[in-house]
C-alpha cells in the first residue's frame, strides 16, 4: 500500500472518539444478541413462512412479497451476513437480483449498476427513505456506508407510487436500510483477510434496550478496511462509523438519529486500452513510473462523506400517522481527484515541458438539506397520505488542466462553478380497499426542480456565465394488488415519469426533460416450499439523453425516443434437508425508436442460479450471476461480450460456545470461482488521444472473517 495517513484520518478518529462517548455502553458478558429485524416496507408483506428456517421464503436470496404493486425483491440482512464480503458495497448484494447487472465504475472499486438498462442517475437511491444523490444525480455504491450496516435493501425495479420520492423513481428504486440496534447488551468484534492484501478490522458495541432511558437502544459500528487491490497499483484505505440510536419517546411515538461517516484514500484507475491489457494482462491498472500518464501517483482521490438524519415516528391516534426526516448529507474530495489526461500512453508533454506528464485536478464537494415527511389517515375505505421531499444542495466543482511533473502546476482551467439544486416534491395518495382483497392505490406528485449556475468558467462558453433552469411537472401513478388466496396475488401499475437534463447541458431553452410512462403487471406466490414471482413490463421514455466521457468531459446526444420492454422471473425451490435451490432471469430490451438500436449499457438478458444449505450452525450457497451481452457506448458501438460470476460462501455460527461469548462466526468464502477476466465494462475515451477504455472483471478471491461477540 502506498496510501499514507491524512488529516482525514484524524478528523474521523476525532468522530469516532465523540460518537464512542455517546454510545458506549459496557457490554453484559455472555450476552445473547440479536438484531431486530424489521421489514417495514409500509404496504409490503411476506407470508407467514418468512421466520422458518426451513422453508423457501426464509432461505430465497430475494423474494417479494404478496402485497406489492410493482416487482420487488427484497435482499434480507440475513443473505448479506452469509453471502456477501463485509469489505464490499451495495452492489455486491442487489446483483444477485433479476435486470440487475453490476460492472465497474469510475476508479474501478465501485459497481456500475444498471436495472433495465437504466444506469446511475436513471433510477433512484434511498437510505431510510432518503433519496441520495449528487449534483449529477449519480449515486456512488461506495460512498456513503458499508454492507455491516445495513439491515436489508429492497430492489423495487417499478416507478413506485405517488409517495414514491426521488428524482428517477422511473427507472426503480434501490432502497437501502439501516440495521436495528440489537435487543441486548454486546460487544462484537470482526477481522477479515482476503487476496490483494485485504483487511479488514472492527468492533461494533450495542447497548441493548434502556429501561432507566425508555427501551431507548443504540449501536456504534467502526471499521476499518485495506487494500492492495486486484488492479495492479490501485489500492484504497476506508474508515467508517455509523451510530444509529432509536429512543421511544412515548407508547407512540419514537424518535431515530443516525450519523455515518466515511474517509477513503483509493488510488483512481480509469481503465485500460485493449492494447494494454493485451500487452501487460487483465490485472493492469496504473504504473510505477512517473514519467507515465497512468503513473499511481497522479491518479488518486480522498473523499470524505457523512450522512445524518433526525426521524420521528408517530401515531396520534384516531387514524393519524407522521413519519418525518430531517437530515444533510455531504460529499468532498479532501484530496482532489488525480487524473492523468490519457492513461492509454498516446501522449506526452505541456507548454511547460516536452516530456512533462499532462493531467487534472478536479475538486469537488457536495452538501444536502433536506426533509421527507409524510401524514397519513386511516379511514374506513383504506387511507390517506400527504406529504413531501424538500431539499437544497449546494455543491461545487472544478477541473484545472496541470503539470503533474511540475506537482500540479495550472496550466489551464475547463470548468469552474457553484451549482444549486432545489428540489420539492409535495404529493398525495390515496389506498382504496375497494374489495377484501383488492387494494387500489392512486395519486400524483409535483416534481418541481430548479438548478442555479454560477460560474467563473463554464465549460459551455469557456467564460463566466451565471443561469437557472427551473422544470416542473406532475406525476401521476395508479396501482392495484389483488389476492387470489392467502399466499398467491397479481399486481398492475401505470405511472409516469420525470428527470431533469444532465448538470452539464447548455442553459438553452430547448433542452427538455426526460419523461416515461411505465406499465407492468406481476404475479407472487409464497409457501413454504416454494416462492415464485414474475412479471412483464413496458416503459415508454421520450427525450433520453446519453453522454460520452472523453478524457473525463462529457458530450452529451439526444436520441429521442426509447422503448424498455421484458420479462422478469424468480424463484426458490425449499428441498428439504436444509436444501434449496434459487433461479432469477430476465429479458430485457431497450431500443432507440428512431434508429431501432440498442442503447448503451443495456443488457439483452441476465440469470442467476444457486444452491443454499442451511442447517443447525451451518450456512453454505453457491450462486452464479450471468449478464447478456451489451455495448458499451451509442451507436451500438464498443461491444461487450457476456460474463459470468461464480461464488460460494460457507459459514458456521455458534452459540455460547465459551461462558463470556455469545456467539463465535466464521466465513469463508471465494468470489469469480472460474476465474474470470473478462472485459466487463466501457469507461470512456482517453482525453486526447480518444482511446477507448476498459474493465477487466476481477479475478478470482478468496476472503476469510471471524468475528466473535461478547
Same mark, same amino acid.
Given at each position: 500500500m502506498r496510501l499514507s495517513n491524512t488529516a482525514g484520518g484524524q478528523g474521523i478518529r476525532r468522530h469516532y472518539a465523540a460518537l464512542l462517548l455517546a454510545a458506549s455502553v459496557p457490554p453484559?458478558?455472555?450476552?445473547?444478541?440479536?438484531?431486530?429485524?424489521?421489514?417495514?416496507?409500509?404496504?409490503?408483506?411476506?407470508?407467514?413462512?418468512?421466520?422458518?428456517?426451513?422453508?423457501?421464503?426464509?432461505?430465497?436470496?430475494?423474494?417479494?412479497?404478496?402485497?406489492?404493486?410493482?416487482?420487488?425483491?427484497?435482499?434480507?440482512?440475513?443473505?448479506?451476513?452469509?453471502?456477501?464480503?463485509?469489505?464490499?458495497?451495495?452492489?455486491?448484494?442487489?446483483?444477485?437480483?433479476?435486470?440487475?447487472?453490476?460492472?465497474?465504475?469510475? /476508479?474501478?472499486?465501485?459497481? =456500475?449498476?444498471?436495472?433495465?438498462? +437504466?444506469? %446511475?442517475? &436513471? @433510477?433512484?437511491?434511498?437510505?431510510?427513505?432518503?433519496?441520495l444523490r449528487l449534483f449529477n444525480l449519480s449515486t456512488p455504491s461506495g460512498a456513503f456506508i458499508m454492507t455491516n450496516d445495513l439491515g436489508q435493501v429492497v430492489v423495487d425495479r417499478g416507478p413506485g407510487t405517488a409517495s414514491t420520492v426521488g428524482d428517477a423513481t422511473f427507472g426503480g428504486t434501490v432502497a437501502?436500510?439501516?440495521?436495528?440496534?440489537?435487543?441486548?447488551?454486546?460487544?462484537?468484534?470482526?477481522?477479515?483477510?482476503?487476496s490483494f492484501n485485504t483487511q479488514l478490522y472492527g468492533i461494533q458495541?450495542?447497548? /441493548?434496550?434502556?429501561?432507566? =432511558?425508555?427501551?431507548?437502544?443504540? +449501536?456504534? %459500528?467502526? &471499521? @476499518?478496511?485495506?487494500?492492495?487491490?486486484?488492479?495492479?497499483?490501485?489500492?484504497?484505505?476506508?474508515?467508517?462509523?455509523?451510530?444509529?440510536?432509536?429512543?421511544?419517546?412515548?407508547?407512540?411515538?419514537?424518535?431515530?438519529?443516525?450519523?455515518?461517516?466515511?474517509?477513503?484514500?483509493?488510488?483512481?484507475?480509469?481503465?485500460?486500452?485493449?492494447?494494454?491489457?493485451?500487452?501487460?494482462?487483465?490485472?493492469?491498472?496504473?504504473?510505477?513510473?512517473?514519467?507515465?500518464?497512468?503513473?499511481?501517483?497522479?491518479?488518486?482521490?480522498?473523499?470524505?462523506?457523512?450522512?445524518?438524519y433526525l426521524g420521528l415516528k408517530s401515531d396520534y391516534g384516531d387514524g393519524w400517522h407522521l413519519d418525518q426526516k430531517l437530515y444533510t448529507y455531504g460529499y468532498y474530495y479532501t484530496q482532489p481527484i488525480l487524473r492523468g489526461l490519457d492513461v492509454s500512453g498516446n501522449s506526452i508533454g505541456t507548454k511547460f515541458g516536452a516530456f512533462d506528464v499532462p493531467g487534472t485536478v478536479n475538486p469537488a464537494s457536495v452538501r444536502s438539506y433536506g426533509d421527507v415527511i409524510s401524514l397519513q389517515k386511516d379511514l374506513p375505505f383504506g387511507d390517506i397520505k400527504v406529504g413531501a421531499w424538500v431539499e437544497h444542495q449546494p455543491s461545487y466543482r472544478a477541473k484545472f488542466k496541470v503539470d503533474m511533473t511540475l506537482d500540479q502546476k495550472y496550466i489551464s482551467t475547463s470548468y469552474d462553478q457553484n451549482l444549486t439544486l432545489d428540489t420539492v416534491q409535495p404529493y398525495v395518495e390515496a389506498d382504496w380497499k375497494a374489495l377484501p382483497d383488492l387494494s387500489i392505490t392512486a395519486g400524483a406528485k409535483y416534481a418541481y426542480v430548479?438548478?442555479?449556475?454560477?460560474?467563473?468558467?463554464?465549460?459551455?462558453?469557456?467564460?463566466?456565465?451565471?443561469?437557472?433552469?427551473?422544470?416542473?411537472?406532475?406525476?401521476?401513478?395508479?396501482?392495484?394488488?389483488?389476492?387470489?388466496?392467502?399466499?398467491?396475488?397479481?399486481?398492475?401499475?401505470?405511472?409516469?415519469?420525470?428527470?431533469?437534463?444532465?448538470?452539464?447541458?447548455?442553459?438553452?431553452?430547448n433542452?427538455?426533460?426526460?419523461?416515461?410512462?411505465?406499465?407492468?403487471?406481476?404475479?407472487?406466490?409464497?409457501?413454504?416450499?416454494?416462492?415464485?414471482?414474475?412479471?412483464?413490463?413496458?416503459?415508454?421514455?421520450?427525450?433520453?439523453?446519453?453522454?460520452?466521457?472523453?478524457?473525463?468531459?462529457?458530450?452529451?446526444?439526444?436520441?429521442?425516443?426509447?422503448?424498455?420492454?421484458?420479462?422478469?422471473?424468480?424463484g426458490t425451490l425449499h428441498l428439504g434437508n436444509g436444501f434449496s435451490v434459487f433461479g432469477n432471469g430476465s429479458l430485457n430490451s431497450a431500443k432507440?425508436?428512431?434508429?431501432?438500436?440498442?442503447?448503451?449499457?443495456?443488457?439483452?438478458?441476465?440469470?442467476?442460479?444457486?444452491?443454499?444449505?442451511?442447517?443447525?450452525?451451518?450456512?453454505?450457497?453457491?450462486?452464479?450471476?450471468?449478464?447478456?451481452?451489451?455495448?458499451?457506448?451509442?451507436?451500438?458501438?464498443?461491444?461487450?461480450?457476456?460474463?459470468?460470476?461464480?461464488?460460494?460462501?460457507?459459514?458456521y455460527k455458534v452459540k455460547n460456545p465459551l461462558p463470556n461469548l455469545a456467539a463465535v462466526t466464521a466465513k469463508f468464502g471465494i468470489d469469480n470461482i472460474l476465474d474470470s477476466h473478462a472485459v466487463v465494462d466501457f469507461f470512456g475515451y482517453s482525453g486526447v488521444s480518444t482511446t477507448p477504455l476498459f474493465y477487466t472483471q476481477i479475478g478470482r478471491n478468496i476472503y476469510s472473517s471471524l468475528s466473535v461477540q461478547f
Open positions: 453484559v458478558v455472555g450476552a445473547t444478541a440479536t438484531h431486530a429485524q424489521t421489514t417495514d416496507l409500509g404496504t409490503v408483506q411476506t407470508s407467514d413462512s418468512a421466520g422458518d428456517v426451513n422453508s423457501a421464503v426464509y432461505q430465497a436470496p430475494t423474494s417479494t412479497p404478496l402485497t406489492v404493486t410493482q416487482p420487488t425483491s427484497v435482499i434480507s440482512r440475513h443473505y448479506i451476513e452469509n453471502n456477501i464480503p463485509a469489505t464490499a458495497n451495495y452492489d455486491s448484494v442487489i446483483s444477485v437480483a433479476p435486470s440487475v447487472m453490476v460492472g465497474r465504475a469510475a /476508479g474501478g472499486d465501485e459497481g =456500475a449498476i444498471s436495472i433495465r438498462g +437504466f444506469q %446511475d442517475g &436513471q @433510477f433512484n437511491v434511498t437510505l431510510d427513505g432518503i433519496p437501502l436500510q439501516t440495521k436495528s440496534p440489537m435487543s441486548t447488551q454486546a460487544a462484537t468484534a470482526t477481522t477479515s483477510y482476503g458495541l450495542d447497548s /441493548g434496550q434502556l429501561k432507566s =432511558a425508555n427501551g431507548a437502544s443504540v +449501536f456504534l %459500528d467502526t &471499521q @476499518f478496511t485495506k487494500s492492495d487491490g486486484y488492479y495492479a497499483n490501485v489500492g484504497k484505505e476506508r474508515e467508517s462509523a455509523a451510530l444509529k440510536l432509536v429512543q421511544p419517546l412515548s407508547d407512540n411515538t419514537t424518535l431515530t438519529f443516525v450519523s455515518i461517516y466515511n474517509n477513503q484514500m483509493r488510488d483512481y484507475s480509469q481503465g485500460a486500452s485493449l492494447a494494454q491489457i493485451a500487452a501487460y494482462g487483465p490485472k493492469f491498472g496504473l504504473s510505477s513510473d512517473p514519467s507515465k500518464q497512468n503513473y499511481v501517483g497522479y491518479n488518486r482521490w480522498n473523499l470524505q462523506t457523512d450522512i445524518n430548479r438548478r442555479s449556475y454560477n460560474s467563473l468558467v463554464d465549460p459551455n462558453t469557456g467564460g463566466p456565465l451565471d443561469y437557472s433552469q427551473t422544470w416542473g411537472k406532475i406525476l401521476p401513478s395508479l396501482a392495484a394488488n389483488y389476492k387470489l388466496s392467502s399466499n398467491w396475488s397479481v399486481y398492475a401499475q401505470a405511472a409516469e415519469g420525470f428527470l431533469t437534463p444532465p448538470n452539464g447541458l447548455p442553459g438553452a431553452a433542452v427538455q426533460p426526460e419523461t416515461t410512462w411505465n406499465y407492468q403487471v406481476g404475479t407472487s406466490y409464497q409457501s413454504k416450499a416454494f416462492t415464485l414471482a414474475g412479471d412483464v413490463y413496458y416503459i415508454d421514455f421520450q427525450n433520453m439523453i446519453a453522454s460520452q466521457d472523453i478524457g473525463g468531459i462529457s458530450t452529451y446526444v439526444n436520441q429521442g425516443g426509447v422503448i424498455y420492454k421484458g420479462v422478469e422471473l424468480e432507440s425508436t428512431q434508429t431501432g438500436l440498442w442503447i448503451q449499457e443495456a443488457p439483452n438478458a441476465t440469470l442467476a442460479a444457486g444452491l443454499i444449505y442451511e442447517q443447525g450452525d451451518w450456512r453454505a450457497s453457491l450462486i452464479d450471476k450471468w449478464v447478456g451481452k451489451r455495448f458499451g457506448d451509442i451507436g451500438e458501438t464498443q461491444p461487450l461480450s457476456p460474463f459470468n460470476q461464480l461464488n460460494m460462501a460457507i459459514t
